[in-house]
């Protein structure tokens, strides 16, 4: 988008799915831009649209999130595996250290992404016109 078309109005942006914008990991307002610079870093601004990001936390809602989800299946394929095969310790450490490391990376993105998305929705809403 050139750089006269990022003054527009938030009303010229059409709403973008939370979803999309969980799952894509891209801007809340425009849809296109990359949310995240880095692993988990927030890019300071949208280089599509050029919505200011730097105000945007999630705060601590998307760990509480992956660490009930993953906790829960982890745990859960865990006793599942040991009532069925009752393998050693080692054999636990060794199958569920990446699933957990590696859910974590991957549930982590788009949940953060997720929760900004609806941040930006729904302080939008409240905000009254013109302010």
């Known amino acids: 988008m050139p750089a006269a078309n990022r ?6 942006y059409p709403p973008v799915s939370v979803l999309t914008a969980a799952l894509l990991c891209r801007c809340p ?12 870093s927030i890019t300071p601004s949208c280089k599509h649209c050029g919505l200011d990001l730097r105000a945007e ?17 982890t ?18 450490a060794v199958l569920w250290t990446p699933l957990v ?11 953060k992404a997720g929760l900004i998305a609806l941040q930006y929705r729904h302080r939008r809403l409240d905000t009254p016109p013109g302010a």
């Open 101 to 111: 490391v590696g859910g974590s990376i991957l549930l982590l993105r788009p949940l």
């Open 7 to 12: 003054d527009l109005p938030e009303a010229f």
């Open 29 to 40: 307002r425009c849809g296109e831009g990359r949310l995240y610079d880095g692993l988990l």
């Open 75 to 92: 745990v859960g394929l865990a006793i599942a595996m040991e009532l069925l095969f009752a393998p050693p310790l080692w054999l636990h």
């Open 57 to 73: 936390d999630s705060g601590d809602g998307p760990a509480v999130f992956v660490v009930l989800i993953l906790g829960a299946v």
